[in-house]
C-alpha cells in the first residue's frame, strides 16, 4: 500500500530541495496529528519525502532537537524517518539514541522505550558509547527508579549481549552521583570493586557524587584512597574538590584549597596547578558568597600572572555574581571588556545579562539586547524566554508575555518547556479571575499534550481555581484527561 499523498499545502511551503532542520521541524509541528500511530509516521513520512528528497543524518539529529520540547510530535518524526526508503534517510544508531533519551525522560511505558531499543539489533546497527549510559542517566534521575538503573546494567550481558566493562560501570556510577544518590554508587563501587578495578575516573566521580551531597570529607578521603591505591589525582579531581567547598559553603576551605593547588603547582606539580576551570569556579564562587571585590581582583590577576586568559566561560561567571549583586551597568561593562577581547559571547552570555536586565526592571533593554544576540548569530535558547516571560509577568505586562509565549509555541527559536508552562500557570493566580484560571487549564492540557505531566500539586490548584471561578465545562476537560494519567490523583482542597 503506497504511502497517502502530503497535504498540497506542505509540498508548497519551501521552493528549495534542501530545506533547513527548522524548515522540516514547521512541517512535522504543523502535521495534522502527533498521535504516534503507523498511520500518522507514514503520513508524515510522505510529508517530508515532498519537501525533502534527502535527509541526511545530521539534519534528522537537528530536527530531533529542534523538537526536543514536543516529544509526541519528536518521537513521531523519528517514527517517521522508519518509513522513509534508504534512498532519502538511513536511520543512524546516534538517531535512535536521541529517540530513546525522549522516550526515557518522558517515562513512556518500558514498551515505548524497549522498541527504540530493538532497532539497534533489528537493524543490524551497532550500540554506541552513550546508548545505555543515556538510559542509566534517566532512570537514576528518578527517584522511584535508581535500582532499575543497576538492574539494567547488570543484566546488559545476558539481555543485550552487551560487556559489562569499567568505562560503562563508570557511566552507571555518574548516573547515580548526578541524581544524588553517592551513597549507591559508593556501595556498588565496594560489591563490585573486584571485578571493575577503580581507577581515576571512577573516583573522580564518587568525589562529585559526595561534593554535589556537600559531604567534602567523604570526597576528600577518596582523595587519600587514590593516593594509597598508587592512582595520581588529576586536574579534574582537584576541581571538583574546589567546587564541592563552594557548594558547601566552605568558602574559606575554598580559597585554601586554591592556594595550595597554587603552592604545589609552582613546584612543577602540573596536576594541581589551577587552570582555566579552577580560576572560573574561584572567581563565582567567591561572588556568590558576596566576596565580589576579591572575585574581581582575581580576575584581574589572571592575565598578569600569565597562567591563564579569562575565557567565555570566566566572563560569564563574572558577570552573573556581578548582576546578582544588582549592578547591571558594571556587568554591561564588563561585556563590553569581553568584546574588546576578542571575545564571542555565547548563549549563557546573553541570558545572564538579559536576567540582570530584567532583576533591574529594564525589560525593554532587555529585549532589545534579545534581538541584538539573534543578530549576531546566537540563537535564544528556552532559558532566555523563561526569563523574559517570567518578569514580563511580574511587572504586569501580560500581554507582552503571552507574546512571548507564541512566539516560542510557533517554534520561532525554540519550543517551551515544563518550566516555560509552571510559569505562565503561576502567573495566571496572580489576579485569580475566571479567565485567567481558564487560561492555566488550557496551559495544563497544552503541556500534557507535548509530552510534560504537571506536578500533583499544580493540577490540583488548578482544578481548585476552576472550581472556586465556575469554569465548570473546563473543569470536566481537566478531569477527563486527568483520568488518563494515575500520577494525577485529585486532592480538592477549597
Known amino acids: 500500500m503506497p504511502p497517502p499523498s502530503p497535504p498540497a499545502s506542505v509540498s508548497s511551503l519551501f521552493p528549495t530541495s534542501s530545506p533547513s532542520a527548522r524548515q522540516i521541524a514547521a512541517v512535522v509541528l504543523n502535521h495534522p496529528s502527533s498521535t504516534l500511530t503507523t498511520a500518522s509516521a507514514r503520513s508524515l513520512s510522505a510529508s517530508l519525502i515532498a519537501v525533502a528528497p534527502s535527509l541526511p543524518t545530521p539534519v534528522a539529529n537537528s530536527v530531533l532537537k529542534l523538537l526536543w ?3 509526541p510530535r519528536a518521537l513521531l518524526f523519528f517514527h517517521s524517518l522508519l518509513h522513509l526508503p534508504a534512498r532519502a534517510h538511513a536511520v543512524s544508531p546516534c538517531t535512535i539514541d536521541l529517540a530513546l533519551d525522549l522516550s526515557a525522560r518522558l517515562r513512556h511505558p518500558r514498551q515505548l522505550t524497549n522498541s527504540i531499543l530493538a532497532l539497534f539489533p533489528r537493524l543490524r546497527l551497532p550500540y554506541t558509547p552513550r546508548t545505555f549510559p543515556i538510559l542509566f ?3 537514576a534521575a528518578s527517584q522511584r527508579r535508581p535500582d532499575v538503573a543497576v538492574r539494567l546494567f547488570l543484566s546488559l550481558h545476558r539481555s543485550h549481549r552487551v560487556a559489562q566493562d569499567l568505562p560503562l560501570f563508570n557511566s552507571l556510577l555518574d548516573a547515580l552521583a548526578k541524581s544524588r544518590h553517592a551513597a549507591k554508587a559508593a556501595s556498588l563501587v565496594r560489591a563490585l570493586g573486584a571485578r ?16 554535589r551531597l556537600k559531604d567534602t570529607s567523604r570526597a576528600l578521603d577518596l582523595l587519600r584512597q587514590m593516593a594509597e591505591s598508587g592512582i595520581a589525582p588529576t586536574k579534574t579531581t582537584y576541581n571538583i574538590i574546589l567546587k564541592g567547598f563552594f557548594r558547601a559553603g566552605q568558602v574559606q576551605h575554598a580559597w585554601n584549597f586554591f592556594l595550595q593547588m597554587k603552592k604545589r603547582g609552582s613546584k612543577d606539580d602540573s596536576c594541581s596547578k589551577p587552570d582555566i576551570v579552577s580560576y572560573t569556579t574561584v572567581i563565582h564562587g567567591l561572588g556568590l558568597a558576596g566576596q565580589l571585590d576579591k572575585a574581581r581582583k582575581l580576575f584581574d590577576e589572571m592575565s598578569k600572572e600569565g597562567c591563564c586568559a579569562p575565557s567565555v566561560a570566566t566572563y560569564n561567571a563574572l558577570i552573573q555574581v556581578i548582576c546578582k549583586k544588582g549592578n547591571i551597568d558594571d556587568a554591561l561593562t564588563v561585556f563590553d571588556d569581553m568584546l574588546q577581547q576578542d571575545l564571542t559571547p555565547n548563549v549563557v ?13 529594564k525589560i525593554d533593554q532587555a529585549m532589545k539586547l534579545m534581538e541584538r544576540m539573534k543578530n549576531e548569530g546566537c540563537e535564544p535558547v528556552v532559558q532566555t524566554y523563561n526569563v523574559l516571560i517570567r518578569y514580563s509577568f511580574e511587572e504586569g505586562e501580560i500581554d507582552k508575555a503571552m507574546c512571548l509565549f507564541e512566539r516560542m509555541s510557533k517554534g520561532e527559536d525554540c519550543l517551551p518547556n515544563q518550566d516555560t508552562y509552571n510559569i505562565i500557570i503561576s502567573a495566571m493566580f496572580v489576579r ?6 481558564a487560561m492555566a487549564a488550557r496551559m495544563v492540557m497544552e503541556m500534557v499534550e507535548r509530552g510534560y505531566l504537571p506536578r500533583r500539586f499544580m493540577l490540583n490548584r488548578v482544578l481548585n481555581g476552576l472550581m472556586l471561578t465556575g469554569n465548570q465545562q473546563i473543569s470536566r476537560d481537566l478531569l477527563r484527561m486527568q483520568e488518563k494519567y494515575r500520577r494525577l490523583r485529585r486532592e480538592i482542597r477549597l
Open 69 to 71: 520540547h514536543h516529544a
Open 432 to 437: 485569580k479571575r475566571a479567565e485567567d484560571m
Open 196 to 211: 571493575f578495578p577503580p581507577d581515576v575516573v571512577t573516583y573522580n566521580t564518587l568525589a562529585d557524587g559526595w561534593c
Open 349 to 361: 552570555t546573553y541570558t545572564v545579562l538579559i536576567r540582570g536586565l530584567c532583576h533591574a526592571a
Open 137 to 139: 542517566d534517566r532512570f
